[in-house]
């Protein structure tokens, strides 16, 4: 299957293509274009001469036009669905968070975002003056995207962006771009040409965007080392940034945690999406007192999950993205192996096609281990026993990651007290990596810059004018 980019309105193909693979199987599904410099001058162009009449368009002209494009996304649900399960691994249903799901959830995020607005604000008002705050769009918005949610976190970059006033172009990660292709080429039966813009490579195109002088701000999610590359690159022009870094997300169990009741969720929020979520729960601190027990209850809901093709019915986890993930996975379980920790299930990878790897829990491990110091991307949890609450919580905070975090206690009061002190952008109390398009979401430390979601996040998409007019 041939898919093609799209630049002011209109479908690019060029001479290099690469190969696009279903993780389940290993076998090429698709060939994509490899973008050139000459493209991506293209499509900043489009995208920079689109700004003009694009931002003049009146907040309810934009809104109208969100809505259609969330309109566009539930009638084509099945196609998108379907694309993201071959591209990426989910299982269409799967266990919390399917491709089903990440399809409706897209939806949801757009509809949300069309009803935000930026309205003036008085800063303020004197007998001899009036001075007003003003939101003013910032141009072009380069945005680059990860694999994990190829649809969803377009969404999270792209809606903002063209809600506020800006036009985009879109970069999907080359493991993935395949959704993203499809839904900017059904986005042009709502928007004009240039407003939405995609180009698709692989090494060397991300450090196109975020040096180019005609981008004015960068949107990227992935890893904390690829967004400093970014940080540096966007320097030399002073672009604004929105940073979603990696997360090592750390979950503290108090002694008073009904197990049985709290378990599941705990279950979920570690292996949402095969573990592969920025902010999954990745760190499992757990009190002495019920710690075997805890171990006992994950251990048995681990062996009834069902790991499988995504598009095989009853699948509940799908395989791991990529085989370099998929690697990296295998070497931190090997090591916690190998320092004497002690697998409680899962642990090894079976033969055949696809990156699978089976749920694996890690029980005796402690800080120091890669495992818990690294963030996994992958289906595994380490489980680590404390004794002291203000220990589990030093060691929850010593990481350079700081996303998000969870205390889970009977006593909602004291672990409001405890979330307080992580260091981290979100903390849940008994839940973890529960996301709304209302709430502002973002890391601190080395898990990036800015914040997304909310009016808070349609700010960044903004520069403030203040206006001073005379009485």
């Known amino acids: 299957m041939q898919f093609n980019m799209i630049i002011n309105g209109s479908k690019v193909d060029t001479e290099r293509h690469f190969n696009v693979y279903n993780p389940a199987t290993e076998e090429i599904i698709a060939r994509c274009p490899v973008a050139t410099e000459e493209n991506l001058n293209a499509a ?88 007003e705050i003003h939101r003013k769009p910032l141009g072009v918005v380069g945005s680059i995207t990860p694999w994990n949610f190829p649809l969803l976190i377009a969404i999270w970059h792209v809606i903002p962006a063209i809600r506020s006033g800006n036009t985009v ?18 986005a042009q039966e709502v928007l004009p040409p240039g407003v939405l813009n995609i180009i698709t490579g692989e090494g060397g195109m991300g450090r196109l965007i975020t040096s180019h002088p005609d981008i004015d701000k960068i949107v990227f999610t992935g890893s904390t080392p690829t967004g400093k590359n970014i940080m540096k690159n966007a320097s030399d022009s002073l672009k604004r940034l929105t940073l979603e870094l990696g997360g090592n997300d750390a979950a503290i169990i108090l002694p008073d945690v009904n197990v049985k009741e709290n378990a599941s969720a705990i279950f979920e929020a570690a292996f949402i999406n095969n573990g592969q979520t920025c902010a999954a729960l990745k760190r499992l601190y757990v009190h002495e007192d019920i710690y075997e027990e805890m171990c006992e209850e994950l251990t048995a809901i681990a062996n009834t999950v069902t790991v499988a093709n995504g598009m095989e019915e009853g699948a509940q986890l799908g395989p791991i993205q990529n085989r370099d993930q998929f690697e990296l996975v295998r070497e931190l379980i090997n090591d916690a192996k190998s320092s004497g920790a002690r697998i409680l299930t899962g642990g090894d990878a079976p033969e055949g096609p696809g990156y699978f790897y089976p749920v694996t829990l890690v029980a005796d491990i402690s800080d120091g281990t890669r495992l818990v110091d690294e963030e996994p991307f992958g289906p595994v949890l380490p489980i680590i026993k404390y004794s002291d609450v203000e220990d589990a919580l030093q060691r929850a905070n010593d990481n350079p990651n700081g996303l998000g975090g969870s205390v889970w206690s009977g006593d909602t009061a004291q672990a409001l007290e405890l979330a307080k002190r992580l260091e981290c952008g979100t903390a849940w109390i008994n839940n973890h990596a529960s996301l709304s398009p209302n709430v502002p979401f973002g890391g601190v430390k080395e898990s990036g810059v800015g914040v997304e979601f909310s009016t808070h996040g349609l700010k960044e998409f903004t520069s403030i004018q203040s206006v001073v007019i005379p009485k």
């Open 169 to 186: 172009v879109l970069k999907p990660s080359s493991y993935t771009p395949l959704v993203a292709l499809r839904f900017v080429e059904l």
């Open 44 to 131: 900043v162009a489009a995208a920079r001469e689109a700004f003009t009449a694009w931002s003049k368009t009146s907040d309810d002209q934009r809104k109208e036009k969100v809505n259609a494009l969330a309109d566009i996304i539930s009638n084509n649900m099945n196609e998108l669905a379907q694309l993201i399960t071959k591209e990426q691994g989910r299982p269409l249903d799967g266990m919390g968070f399917g491709s089903f799901a990440e399809v409706g959830g897209s939806e949801y995020w757009t509809r949300c975002t069309a009803e935000l607005t930026l309205p003036i604000e008085i800063a303020e008002e004197t007998d001899t003056h009036r001075a």
